[in-house]
C-alpha cells in the first residue's frame, strides 16, 4: 500500500462522497464520543494545577503506604468496571475493540462508490472504491489529533504504516461534518487494486506533521482481510 499512497493525489467528485459516508454514521459517531468522553479506568481527580511547585510531605511512610494500598484498589475496582461494561455493552466493547461497517454500491451501479470503514476509540477511516465521477480510490481519515481547516486546502505529512519506511506525502485537509468535529485527511490512490493488495489483517496508521513534531492521526484496524475481500467483491460486481 505504500507505493500505492504516494500516486497522484485528487480532489474532485471525492468530498461529496466522504461527506456521504461519514454524515451516515453521525449518529453513532456520537454515542462513540460519548462513549470516549467517560475513561473506562483510573481517571481520578490529577488537580490539573501546572503551577504546582512541590513540598515537603507531612505525613508518614505507614500513611504513604495506605494511600499506594488505597489506590490500587481503586484502580483495580475501575478495572474491574471496566471490564463487566465490555462484556455487557457491545456499543461500548466496540468502541475498544472496533468495527467494520459497509457501504454497498447502488443497485443501478453495482461496482460504484463502494466503501468500508473502520472506526476505533474515536478515530475513523474510510476505504472508498472507484465512481463513474471518479476512477480512482479513496482514503479518508478523520480523529481527533487532524486538524480542521476553514476550507480544504493540501499539506503535506509524515507517514508511517505497518511494514513501510516512512513516508513523505501530500493529502488534502478537509473540514468534514459527521466526525464529531474533527478534521478529515483524503488520499486518493488511482489503482483500487494495488490499495485492496497492500491491506493487511492487522495494519497501523500514524500520521505526523510536516516536521514529525505532532502526532495527527493513530489506528490500527483488524480484520483487514475479511473487510478486503468484501470491498473487492463489491467493487468488482457487475451489471
Not at 480532489?11 to 467517560?38: F, K, P, R, V, Y
Not at 513534531?213 to 470491498?231: H, K, M, P, S
Request: with cysteine; aromatic share 8%.
Amino acid at each position: 500500500m505504500a507505493s500505492s499512497l504516494a500516486c497522484t493525489f485528487v480532489l474532485a467528485c471525492t468530498i461529496g462522497a466522504a461527506q456521504a459516508n461519514t454524515e451516515a454514521s453521525a449518529a453513532h459517531a456520537q454515542a462513540m464520543n460519548d462513549i470516549a468522553a467517560t475513561p473506562p479506568c483510573c481517571d481520578g481527580d490529577g488537580g490539573g494545577d501546572d503551577e504546582w511547585q512541590g513540598y515537603e510531605p507531612n505525613f508518614s511512610a505507614a500513611e504513604l503506604e495506605q494511600m499506594l494500598r488505597q489506590s490500587r484498589i481503586e484502580e483495580a475496582e475501575s478495572r474491574r468496571r471496566h471490564e463487566a461494561r465490555m462484556a455487557s455493552d457491545p456499543e461500548y466493547r466496540s468502541f475498544f475493540d472496533g468495527f467494520w461497517n459497509f457501504r454497498p454500491a447502488p443497485e443501478q451501479t453495482p461496482g460504484q462508490h463502494c466503501a468500508a470503514r473502520f472506526y476505533r476509540e474515536g478515530s475513523g477511516m474510510v476505504i472508498m472504491g472507484p465512481s463513474q465521477e471518479s476512477p480512482s480510490a479513496y482514503l479518508a481519515l478523520y480523529g481527533p489529533g487532524v486538524p480542521v481547516p476553514r476550507s480544504a486546502r493540501k499539506i503535506t505529512v509524515q507517514l508511517l504504516q505497518t511494514g513501510e519506511p516512512r513516508q513523505t506525502v501530500e493529502v488534502f485537509n478537509l473540514p468534514m461534518a459527521g466526525t464529531g468535529g474533527h478534521g478529515m485527511l483524503l488520499m486518493a490512490v488511482e489503482n483500487a487494486g494495488l490499495l485492496l493488495d497492500g491491506m493487511l489483517d492487522t495494519h497501523r496508521f500514524e500520521v505526523f506533521d510536516r516536521k514529525q513534531e505532532n502526532v495527527l492521526y493513530i489506528l490500527e484496524w483488524t480484520g483487514g482481510f475479511a473487510a478486503r475481500d468484501q470491498l473487492r467483491s463489491c467493487i468488482n460486481a457487475k451489471r
